[in-house]
């Protein structure tokens, strides 16, 4: 091979997108209208070629948006944004993302189409003669995609930033993150193709390009479903990489050689090659020895490997036009730019976009493409590791060289625990904008008076003593000393007025001030501080639950924070608590990082769930978002991560299995169910539900989808309760006759229900299909509907479903379990079950203290609910997390609450 001579540049257009789904989608779109109309003119000419006219092309396209959506929901979103800017059809962008589907899946269009022959390699640290990874690639396609090609530099509101290069229309091809993450893509054809419905290559890619984790990004490989074989190699700034040979059922890897990984068109491991029909070199034969003449020439060289030799690799014409760098009879050398990550140096200011195997007849000035920086990057003051990007080279005609790398990748330091997060959390203000995870974040930095013990009774945490009026109508919290703030002020009583003042005031939108402010179980009259270390509760009428409800994790456990928490303007800054912790970074979408509090005044005694002793055994906790669990998994075997809390019953076989990991299970008291919307036309009929309910087999259900972890339950009353009694035992057997006389009685004729649920928790969807499953059973015809959880947790809050999979987390005391499920739609539209009787019962549930009464009461609500089937309970889960074996004095618990105080990584 001779190394070729300098080509001219060419300028592909740079589009800056940020913000949500929808407005990146709107801003792609309109910059780039009308590449974006010359590709859907391209591309409809192609299939226009063989008889298929576009509409019916459309027709395919639609096909794939139920895909789009269970696997990805914002990239639909973004899709739609790109045709509502482009002033084109969605089902239009869908086809230029499906078009390898929609081409190589059909051997009468495959037959029309130019050879794909791309060629890509990665030269490992070790094998280059700086130590720096090398990630390149030859694209070879149509000619006309000279005039399609865009890169976007994506700034996602949430995620990390990310620089692509693309087929205008399209949502990625290859590409970088700022976490230091590549991936290029290579052709391949098997048997396999075209069988089974998936998900288009280019959103698979842009969601691999948004994993903030090397093993997240891994992990959307191997769970996503695909239409068609491919090749994708991913590599990491740091010193990885692999190529993964996919077929739609099936993956399979090969890792570097002697420090470097090449990879051409055509299945090369054993195991493809033992259990895969390739049918690649049918279209692609040239392959073989592309692959085997660059992996030769860097073999030969490695250790000394540059950038250079890259070049002079993917510049090879051997077998023109059916070559490793194929261009146009008039282009006669070639030469590309290989892009470089550079380990421990700060990025780069521009990224050039060079031209490479390109016609001579084609000239036009360089553009220069500004690289992408860490936000943090640029507002840190510590030195962190970081990678840069120096060029990346695009050649084009009939040969794209796209050559990815990464930026500003920061690594764990020692000190630090990395825990996993299924989502981000919603917000840093405790009790208000939550959700389940950012309940157990905040906990670890916020305290209130009192707080839960691990047998679900209420201890003092802030307060050292609590005492109750004889009317119950007054209750006195004097309060421990030496507490501090995360700001170092003491904790003084008038800080705890200055906090409930902020939670009772409606304008804040706290969770559970209905519970204080009358509507529930008493009214708050005041909150006064008689002296700095007393605090004097005045209620409207006794209840027996409220310490009970003051330390619930759903309320933020009515963490006390100081008012520097607050600005000037009245809005929420950021938590100010008396924690073990205390917060120092939340990257949205990517990770929150908490530090030790030097200054935390622990209690003496033991720890006893959200009380007791509390010591920061490490410096730093990181919770990472990782909402894949194959991801997350992988990262836990890989020690990326220390801790998978978000396990599921399903992934505990796995775990146990392996001999790096170690399990914690633990009955939890949350609820998994069926909520039905009785407001709705057809479900306000109770037979139509009592149907539902007869035709699922619950014994059944729970045990596939806990692994036979957790046991079947039809009471919203936990097993795990001391109120859990033989009344709470009974419930609905599967009864098909029944359901069928109940559903004629109700003149049901098979319209369809449709049942929402999410991919977040995995018991949420795996009990929605078996339910699907079974009810079909009864003929009741159920329609999944798969949606991301904040969209589906909105529309559970405003009452905007006909049934939904839905979990509540753990309640320790039975009022609460009923209270989070009952109560006026008119108010309070979350709520499932409206019936006044139902309330009235609650209501005395509360203030009564007696437990053979509460026995009572609580009896006479699981029957009520039953007879009313607002939803159907049917187990409760299992607090499972997989934890590295280094990390020691780990906990599971009935609140399945996951606490990292008291846990150190030997």
């Known amino acids: 091979m001779k190394e070729a001579a300098a080509m001219t540049l060419t300028a592909f257009p740079l589009i800056d997108i940020e913000g949500d789904a929808q407005q990146r989608g709107m801003q792609y779109g309109r910059a780039a209208g009308d590449r974006i109309a010359l590709s859907i003119r391209t591309y409809r000419a192609a299939y226009e070629k063989v008889g298929l006219d576009w509409s019916r092309t459309k027709a395919l396209a639609r096909r794939f948006v139920p895909q789009i959506e269970a696997f990805d929901a914002e990239s639909m979103r973004e899709i739609e944004g790109i045709a509502a800017g482009a002033e084109v059809e969605p089902e239009e962008i869908v086809a230029l993302n499906a078009r390898s589907e929609l081409l190589y899946a059909h051997e ?39 005039d399609l090609g865009v890169v976007l530099r994506i700034r996602p509101a949430s995620g990390p930033a990310i620089l692509t290069f693309v087929e205008a229309g399209t949502l990625a091809r290859a590409g970088l993150n700022e976490h230091g993450i590549a991936l290029t893509g290579n052709f391949l054809k098997s048997a396999e193709d075209g069988r089974t419905a998936g998900v288009p290559l280019p959103l698979i890619r842009r969601t691999i390009l948004k994993a903030p984790l090397y093993a997240q990004a891994l992990g959307v490989v191997f769970r996503s479903a695909r239409t068609i074989s491919n090749n994708m190699i991913l590599s990491h ?70 950038e250079e030799d890259v070049i002079e690799a993917l510049s090879d014409r051997f077998g023109s036009p059916r070559a490793v760098c194929r261009a146009p009879s008039a282009v006669r050398r070639a030469r590309g730019r290989a892009a470089r990550p550079r380990r421990r140096s700060r990025p780069s200011s ?137 700001n170092d002020a003491p904790l003084a009583a008038d800080d705890v007025v200055w906090s409930w003042k902020r939670f009772l005031d409606p304008a804040i939108g706290w969770r559970c001030l209905p519970e204080f402010d009358g509507r529930g179980m008493t009214k708050v009259l005041s909150v006064e501080a008689p002296n700095p270390k007393t ?160 035709a699922v087999d619950t014994p059944e259900l729970a045990r596939a989808v806990s692994e036979g972890l957790s046991k079947p339950n039809n009471s919203v009353v936990p097993t795990s309760s001391p109120y859990y009694g033989a009344v709470q035992k009974s419930g609905y057997k599967r009864d098909l006759a029944q359901a069928k006389k109940l559903l004629a009685e109700a003149g049901y004729q098979g319209q369809p229900i449709k049942l929402l649920t999410n991919k977040r928790y995995p018991v949420c969807f795996d009990a929605a299909v078996t339910v699907q499953a079974m009810a079909a059973e009864a003929g009741i015809k159920i329609e999944l509907e798969v949606l991301d959880w904040a969209t589906q947790l909105d529309r559970y809050n405003r009452g905007q479903y006909q049934s939904m999979a839905f979990v509540y987390s753990s ?96």
């Open 108 to 146: 009468q269009l495959e037959a029309t189409e130019p050879p794909d022959g791309c060629t890509g390699v990665v030269v490992m640290p070790a094998a280059a003669r700086d130590g720096r990874l090398i990630h390149a690639q030859n694209w070879d396609w149509r000619v006309e995609s000279v």
């Open 237 to 306: 700034a740091d010193g990885e990489a692999v190529s993964l040979e996919t077929c739609p059922q099936q993956v399979f890897w090969q890792l570097p050689e002697n420090g470097v990984l090449v990879h051409a068109n055509h299945f090369k491991t054993p195991g493809a090659l033992a259990r895969v029909h390739d049918k690649s070199l049918e279209t692609t034969p040239d392959s073989l020895y592309r692959d085997r003449r660059v992996s030769e020439f860097l073999g030969e060289r490695a250790g000394r490997l540059g």
């Open 350 to 486: 521009s990224t050039p976009l060079r031209e490479g195997c390109a016609s001579r007849r084609r000239r036009s000035r360089n553009t220069s493409t500004p690289s992408i920086r860490s936000r943090a990057h640029r507002k840190r003051r510590h030195k962190m590791k970081s990678t840069s990007l120096k060029s990346t080279s695009l050649g084009f005609a009939a040969c794209l060289a796209a050559l990815s790398l990464a930026s500003a990748h920061a690594q764990p330091q020692p000190g630090t625990l990395r825990v996993q997060l299924n989502a981000d959390m919603r917000s840093t203000e405790p009790g208000v904008n939550r959700d389940d995870n950012t309940d157990a974040v905040l906990m670890h930095m916020g305290e209130g008076l009192v707080a839960l013990r691990e047998d679900t009774s209420v201890g003092p945490m802030l307060a050292s003593k609590v005492e109750v009026a004889p009317d119950g109508l007054a209750y006195t919290f004097t309060l421990r000393d030496g507490v501090k703030f995360h």
């Open 535 to 694: 605090v004097v509760f005045k209620l409207e009428r006794p209840t027996g639950l409220l310490l009970t409800t003051m330390a619930r994790p759903d309320c933020g456990g009515s963490a006390i924070m100081h008012r520097s928490s607050v600005g000037a303007d009245g809005k929420w800054k950021e938590p100010v608590g008396t924690g073990p912790y205390k917060l120092k970074e939340w990257r949205r979408g990517q990770f929150i990082e908490v530090v030790r509090f030097a200054g935390y005044a622990s209690r003496a005694e033991p720890m006893d769930g959200f009380t007791g002793g509390k010591k920061a055994e490490v410096e730093t906790l990181r919770y990472v978002v990782i909402p894949d669990a194959s991801a997350a998994k992988t990262a836990l075997y890989s020690g990326a991560i220390d801790a998978f809390t978000g396990a599921s019953s399903a992934d505990v076989p796995e775990l146990r299995a392996r001999p790096e990991v170690k399990v914690e299970v633990s009955p939890s008291m949350n609820i998994v169910g069926l909520l039905f919307q009785t407001k709705d036309p057809l479900l306000q009929d109770v037979r139509i539900r009592r149907a539902l309910a007869l």
């Open 811 to 906: 309640r320790l005391d039975p009022s609460l379990s009923y209270e989070s499920v009952s109560g006026p739609k008119s108010t309070q539209p979350r709520k499932v079950w409206d019936n006044a009787e139902a309330q009235r019962v609650l209501a005395e549930s509360m203030t009564v203290a007696d437990k053979a009464k509460r026995q009572a009461l609580f009896d006479e609500l699981h029957r009520r609910m039953l007879d009313d089937a607002p939803m159907l309970v049917l187990f409760n889960g299992a607090d499972t997390a997989g934890l590295r074996k280094s990390v020691v004095g780990y906990k599971a618990w009935a609140a399945d609450k996951p606490r990292f105080w008291n846990v150190r990584v030997q």
